[in-house]
């Protein structure tokens, strides 16, 4: 258990993560995923009774000259705090981390979690904490408002910086770092049922957002023939990026007929068909061969 105090008016030896005259890597930009938010959001669900505040620890991976980090994942880390002093489960956050190391050797920690629409009073010393996990980089510290006390989802993503002529833990700004949502193309259409839906998400099935999607393609494509049509007129002004951009669009389209594509496309429905009939009948099999062996 690691106990935090805030600094007294008397002065006091301190001691830092770094070695004197050497400072930490900063951080220049940050690439968030979404399940991050997500395990935030979970974390301060489940919180204890009467807690206002939740810490965690991020992990994830940096580029080679640590410039550029990009947070994949997240762990809860048990506290207690009062007015005076701060309590972090430090045995829980070493013993969590060894076994996602097993999982995922590559990540690692990049810095800490908390909510709340501000920074909490004893930022600067549990900062201090991670600058040492995380040397010889600098730490990530990001600030979620699980509240939405503003409306909504506010994410503050800071680093700390030393001031003054000697380095105390007490003597610590947070700088404000560039930070990006990063998702795959599969995690889009759950994020898109969660930021469109105030009630509850609505499970669609596989039909029925191929169907959608292929309803937004329709769009996209008639949109881009108007446009055309319009520049081809005389009504519209000619933007050469974009007409870059379609040629390139167009470039990565094969070039076949109406006919062979069906041909294909037939040719693949079947496999998927058969494909789908194997494993209905394997199931089967295998359900029949279970309840024998119970019966035997």
């Known amino acids: 258990m690691l106990n935090l105090n805030l600094p007294t008016l008397a002065p006091t030896k301190a001691t830092t993560a770094t070695a004197p005259g050497t400072t930490a890597l900063t951080t220049q930009q940050c690439y968030i995923h979404p399940v991050v938010l997500f395990s935030i959001l979970d974390h301060y669900l489940r919180r204890s009774t009467g807690q206002d505040r939740v810490i965690g620890t991020l992990l994830g991976v940096r580029s080679d000259d640590g410039r550029i980090v990009e947070i994949r994942s997240c762990f809860a880390v048990p506290h207690f705090e009062t007015d005076d002093e701060i309590q972090v489960d430090m045995e829980h956050h070493s013993s969590v981390f060894a076994l996602h190391k097993r999982a995922n050797a590559r990540e690692q920690i990049v810095g800490w979690y908390a909510t709340g629409s501000s920074l909490s009073k004893y930022a600067a010393l549990i900062q201090e904490f991670y600058a040492q996990e ?10 979620v408002d699980a509240e939405m006390s503003n409306g909504d989802l506010g994410v503050q993503c800071l680093q700390g910086a030393a001031v003054g002529v000697r380095a105390h833990s007490e003597n610590c700004v947070f700088l404000p770092v560039p930070y990006e949502l990063q998702y795959q193309d599969a995690e889009l259409s759950a994020l898109q049922a969660a930021s469109g839906s105030e009630t509850g998400l609505e499970l669609v099935s596989d039909m029925e957002q191929l169907e959608r999607t ?11 023939t108007t446009y055309v049509r319009n520049v081809c007129a005389g009504n519209t002004k000619a933007n050469n990026v974009v007409g870059k951009y379609l040629m390139d669009m167009l470039a990565v389209v094969p070039k076949i007929d109406a006919e062979q594509f069906s041909t294909l496309f037939q040719t693949h429905l079947q496999d998927i068909l058969m494909v789908a009939y194997l494993t209905n009948l394997t199931r089967a099999q295998l359900n029949i061969a279970d309840r024998l062996q119970r019966f035997a």
């Open 134 to 143: 995380a040397a010889p980089y600098s730490a990530v510290h990001l600030v």
């Open 214 to 224: 292929i309803c937004e393609l329709r769009a996209m494509l008639d949109r881009v």
